[in-house]
Nanobody
């Protein structure tokens, strides 16, 4: 079992920045992929970014490339999502996720992930 606890959401003006954190605990050894997804009201959950815990390879949705950065702090078992140049369309509940043995084609699919955080609200005002 892996537990994920998120922090760092909030309200920010368009053009501003926020950093989300996701602290993992429990059975964290192994080949995990850590992902960030988001869900806006009335919309389906969508992929934002992912990171291979061991190798550090990253994946991004086209909508956030160049603006968001996913990173990890191995000693702290924590993954981050740095969000810059935020726009109102980024408003959503952001979820951290973890899964083992996810192949590349599955990194952008919510169903590939086993463990989920509680979600953090990010609101970008215009």
């Amino acid at each position: 079992q892996v537990q994920l606890v998120e922090s760092g959401g909030g309200l920010v003006q368009a053009g501003g920045s926020l950093r989300l954190s996701c602290a993992a605990s429990g059975s964290t050894s192994g080949s995990y992929t850590m992902g960030w997804f988001r869900q806006a009201p009335g919309k389906e959950r969508e992929f934002v970014a992912a990171l291979r815990w061991n190798g550090g390879h990253t994946f991004y949705a086209d909508s956030v490339k160049g603006r968001f950065t996913i990173s990890r702090d191995k000693p702290k078992n924590t993954v981050y999502l740095q969000m810059n140049s935020l726009i109102p369309e980024d408003t959503a509940v952001y979820y951290c996720a973890a899964g083992r043995g996810i192949i590349t084609s599955g990194t952008m699919t919510a169903g590939s992930y086993t463990y989920w955080g509680q979600g953090s609200q990010v609101t970008v005002s215009s």
